[in-house]
């Protein structure tokens, strides 16, 4: 039995359905991570886990109860909001011992609680500032701490790094997941990082325009996209979707890439998805990660099936600790990852080693994957 | 409709122009900023002759031997109507009367704001509508409905009275003033409210309400605490609209001993026996216009910030 289940919710503000049948579950001490475009719905989501928001239909489970008419303080739930939401008017203790307050936890206690959790999160020298006298990073923490000092069943963050510059968002995320490996909370995590998605969740729901297009572990998102656009909205840089046809004679395939005034690639194929057959002589989208598009040195030794074709480069970006190179194929460019020390000239043609145990397919007309 | 370029005007003259510009600016401001100050300057220099240098001297004359009196006179015995007790009673009349009416009406003004923005209804945007229509009612077409309702309440007040032995205040004219001016100011004070709060971030309520805190928890420790400058802005409006309100003064405690201090004042310059006190009339008005200066003093810092404010945050 999950702990968190959500089972049908729909949401809808005056005439426009913003979630439109949300099904998702949690595990206990589970760290689930939402993504998808601005104004998909995920904050909308989170509010009505929380209860701030009303749903229209179907159902919200916290470790087994029903929630769905439970006022927000009822559901035993602590949330960091996206602006932090500090109240201006009270001292960083103040402000996390709010809540304790509101509930009658007596005066002694709440102190230290309020000690404990200026510990963990290195803010005891800030107890006695107001809000506006304190850094992003400290205001960040300090609502962190707010959450934490209440120890709830599960946590709701909303893109709680977002206004952090890169430094301090990798250190704070580290905190988070230490937080989440010693405490074995359960947490719902709103965000548009790509890292931070890959690196904490334990299970990711992409969603789009109110509904989730995939939901698994990272892995399964990451290597097993379902759609176009889970494939496009995840990883950086984003995987080549490039246009092809499915060529090949009697049981053989191959995979057809056009090329602008050059011959054509052909990628034989062994180990093609059974659904791919339906789609010879047919276009399909072609999706190939840029770390499996690589130098045939550097390709992957374990890998069943490698193609090798000469490539024409176009364009080399030297990123440190890879070599970028695009090249065109299918009408698009396509960007291959190499080694640093990869030596590639633009303007030169390369041979690049196609991963094709990696690559994926999608029908161009319902953009789901062929399997 | 087009809107038209500008003309770019070459400042041929440069510096002796922009000199010129300046002296007639300030020049200017000058003979307005006197202009406004010459009543109060008169007032106050009056205030402090004896009679017979106002009638034997210039008006604009500083007083040659400067006296107490005539303030002391007008706080303590001067004639208002037929009784010789001074203003000092109706001043504290006012006070009875404004000090409740703005905290009543400021904190309804708060708690409308707050529901208004952070707890919205079906037909919030329409009871706003409402609201601010109530700001451009005219006094003149209120006065005769609510002397029917302040007679009805009196009545209600007198069968109180006798029957459970306490009238609760009903057809006390203070009270019946009191009534009036919240009901009449409740508009400026939601208008003022509901602008602040909402630029106010509604997700501090709702992280009040994950807290566990209640309606009147979040208005009380969230909302009021972060509303200085709008409180202040509100209650100086009020104070001074109430305090110097005639109008509804007149019409519903324009005798007797309950009258404000406007009424009051008036009666003073009205009351014609034998020779104008000029000297006591001014003290008298002096007093009267002292409170609301007194608030502008003290609040008008926040007055200006305020104002500032609202207008950036819309
Ligand atoms: N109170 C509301 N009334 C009407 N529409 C709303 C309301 N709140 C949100 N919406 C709409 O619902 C959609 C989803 O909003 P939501 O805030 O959940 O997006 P989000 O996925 O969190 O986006 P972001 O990543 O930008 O924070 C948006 O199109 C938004 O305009
Ligand atoms: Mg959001």
Redesign the pocket.
């Known amino acids: 039995m999950a702990f968190l289940e959500i089972n049908g919710l729909r949401k809808r503000?005056?005439q426009?359905e913003?979630?439109k049948g949300i099904d998702l579950e949690l595990e206990k001490g589970g760290f689930l991570v939402?993504v998808?475009?601005?104004?998909?719905?995920?904050?909308?989501?989170?509010?009505t886990i929380a209860g701030l928001?009303t749903i229209t239909s179907g159902e919200i489970r916290i470790d087994d109860r029903a929630v769905n008419d439970l006022h927000p303080s009822k559901r035993d739930i602590a949330m960091v909001f996206?602006s932090y939401a500090l109240y201006p008017n009270m001292t960083v203790a103040g402000n996390i011992s709010f809540g304790m307050e509101m509930r009658g936890v007596p005066a002694d206690e709440r102190q230290k609680a309020i000690d404990k959790v200026a510990k963990v999160l290195q803010i005891g020298h800030l107890l006695q500032r107001k809000p506006s006298q304190l850094s992003g990073g400290q205001r960040q923490r300090v609502a962190m701490g707010r959450a934490l000092v209440r120890d709830p069943k599960l946590f709701l963050f909303?893109?709680p790094l977002s206004n952090l510059d890169a430094k301090l968002r990798v250190d704070m995320r580290i905190e988070i997941k230490r937080l989440h490996a010693t405490t074995g909370t359960t947490i719902v995590y709103?965000t548009?990082d790509q890292i931070e998605a890959m690196t904490l969740a334990t299970k990711i729901a992409v969603?789009r325009d109110?509904e989730v297009q995939q939901f698994g572990t990272p892995a399964e998102i990451y290597n097993n996209p379902a759609n176009v656009f889970v494939a496009d909205f995840m990883g950086s840089p984003a995987m080549n979707l490039i246009p092809a046809t499915i060529g090949g004679d009697g049981s053989g395939m191959a995979v057809v890439l056009d090329r602008e005034a050059r011959q054509p690639i052909t990628l034989p194929m062994t180990n093609a998805p059974a659904g791919l057959s339906a789609f010879k002589g047919k276009p399909v989208i072609f999706g190939v990660r840029p770390e499996a598009l690589t130098d045939p040195e550097g390709a992957e030794r374990n890998a069943s099936h490698i193609a090798t074709a000469d490539c024409h480069i176009e364009v080399v970006e030297p990123a440190g600790s890879d070599t970028f190179a695009v090249t065109n194929l299918g009408g698009k460019g396509v960007v291959a990852r190499l080694r640093a020390d990869a030596n590639i000239q633009p303007g030169t043609s390369t041979p690049l080693a196609f991963n094709l145990t990696k690559a994926v397919f999608f029908d161009p007309a319902t953009e789901n994957r062929i399997r | 409709m087009s809107t038209m370029a500008a003309p770019v005007r070459q400042v041929s003259g440069g510096v002796n122009v922009k000199i010129v510009n300046r002296v007639v600016i300030y020049g200017l401001l000058a003979l307005f900023a006197l202009f406004y100050l010459m009543p109060l300057f008169v007032m106050l220099v009056t205030s402090f002759k004896t009679m017979n240098e106002i009638q034997n001297g210039n008006m604009l004359s500083l007083p040659k031997a400067p006296t107490f009196d005539p303030w002391l006179k007008a706080w303590g015995e001067t004639c208002v109507g037929l009784t010789c007790a001074g203003i000092k009673g109706y001043f504290w009349n006012s006070i009875k009367m404004v000090v409740p009416a703005v905290l009543i009406s400021t904190m309804l003004g708060a708690l409308n704001g707050y529901v208004l923005t952070k707890w919205r209804f079906r037909g919030a945007t329409l009871v706003f509508g409402l609201m601010l229509f109530a700001c451009f009612i005219p006094f003149q077409s209120v006065l005769l409905p609510m002397a029917t309702i302040l007679g009805s309440l009196g009545r209600l007040g007198v069968s109180l009275q006798n029957s459970v032995g306490t009238s609760f205040g009903l057809g006390n004219p203070t009270v019946n003033l009191v009534f009036v001016h919240v009901v009449y100011g409740i508009g400026f004070t939601t208008l003022f409210f509901r602008n602040y709060y909402e630029a106010f971030p509604t997700e501090l309520v709702k992280a009040a309400q994950v807290d566990g805190a209640s309606f009147f928890q979040i208005f009380r420790r969230i909302m009021l605490p972060n509303s200085m400058p709008i409180f202040v802005v509100t209650v100086i409006y009020q104070f001074t609209n109430i305090w110097n309100d005639f109008l509804f003064a007149s019409a519903y405690a324009g005798t007797g001993d309950s009258m404000p201090m406007t009424v009051a004042l008036n009666n003073v310059v009205n009351t014609s026996t034998g020779v104008v006190e000029y000297n006591v009339n001014m003290a008298a008005a002096m007093i009267a216009a002292l409170p609301t200066l007194l608030v502008y003093v003290l609040a008008g810092r926040y007055f200006v910030r305020g104002l500032m404010a609202g207008a950036v945050k819309g």
């Open positions: 503000f005056g426009v913003i979630l939402l998808g475009p601005s104004g998909c719905g995920k904050s909308t989501l989170l509010n928001e996206q909303d893109e709103v548009h969603m109110g």
